[in-house]
């Protein structure tokens, strides 16, 4: 089939490596270089290095409701376009393209957790389960017909681990749709908006440790799924200190932390012990190895 691939960061990778070893990837569409570092010099997206490397045509386009873009896109003559966090929203135009239509990697199992940040929201609201949607796109957000879905257990899977799952996942599952296009046999599933649910973005506070008063699964959560979000953290009298590893522990706490030889934090119904932090102006680091040379200051009232 005669493929354009939409996408962006490195979500989207397998599936893009996966359909281009057995599909016509005729174009790669990704968002226009940005800046990024402290250099903040421009870094093009790790779709469009991958593209580059499968030696792949590649497109930036700087919005897809420029007539010279449909255009560019209607000249593709393209069975499917393929969407896999591509970060800008299709117009109607674009969707009205492709022969068999635009077909999405959405990582949930819609319609839970439409949105920007579905994989997050399902580590952060205790969700056993997980998974991946294969979507065909229509105007609305992440509320098209399902064609295929396959789920898998979050268990103890950081943000970044459950991501990497779900990619190669979506990869497998997009092939899966691909083949039954071809052979005429796809059927799709409307959504049941009556049981749609949004995952709004992560922002800074969706990380905040609130010692005593969360629960330790709650405290573990948070912790899980802040890892692509720069980490959970609880305040300090030197600033943040940032929880990227923890675990429960049967230890009762007088205080809401503890610091010695190892870093315990006080929850509502136990502790957890910090395996790995990063304190305000210092690197991320083993807890056991920063407390060796340092201390952690707070106010216990």
């Not at 069975?79 to 949930?108: M, Q, R, T, W």
């Not at 899977?157 to 039954?180: F, H, I, P, W, Y």
């Amino acid at each position: 089939m005669r493929i354009v691939f939409f996408g962006t960061p490195d979500f989207a990778c397998p599936a893009l490596k996966k359909i281009a070893d057995l599909h016509e990837v005729s174009l790669v569409v990704t968002q226009p270089d940005a800046r990024a570092g402290r250099g903040k010099k421009l870094k093009q997206s790790p779709l469009g290095d991958l593209a580059e490397d499968l030696e792949l045509p590649l497109f930036k386009p700087e919005s897809l409701k420029d007539f010279q873009v449909q255009e560019r896109l209607r000249e593709e003559k393209a069975d499917v376009f393929i969407v896999v966090a591509y970060g800008k929203i299709l117009p109607k135009e674009v969707l009205d393209l492709p022969k068999f239509g635009c077909f999405n990697i959405h990582g949930s199992l819609l319609p839970a957790y439409r949105g920007a940040a579905p994989i997050e929201r399902a580590i952060l609201n205790g969700d056993e389960r997980t998974g991946i949607s294969i979507m065909k796109m229509g105007v609305g957000l992440d509320d098209g017909p399902i064609a295929l879905q396959e789920s898998l257990e979050i268990g103890e899977k950081t943000s970044l681990e459950l991501r990497c799952d779900l990619s190669r996942l979506g990869a497998d599952q997009m092939v899966k749709a691909l083949d039954l296009i071809q052979e005429g046999s796809l059927k799709l599933k409307d959504q049941d908006d009556s049981k749609a649910t949004y995952a709004e973005k992560i922002t800074k506070a969706d990380g905040l440790l609130n010692l005593g008063q969360d629960t330790v699964f709650q405290m573990l959560r948070k912790i899980q799924g802040m890892d692509g979000y720069k980490g959970a953290y609880f305040e300090s009298l030197d600033g943040k200190v940032k929880v990227f590893k923890a675990k429960a522990i049967d230890k009762n706490l007088e205080d809401l932390l503890e610091v010695g030889k190892s870093l315990y934090l006080k929850a509502l119904d136990g502790s957890i012990e910090v395996l790995e932090i990063q304190a305000s102006g210092k690197k991320r680091m083993d807890a056991k190895d920063y407390l060796r040379g340092n201390t952690i200051q707070w106010n216990k009232k």
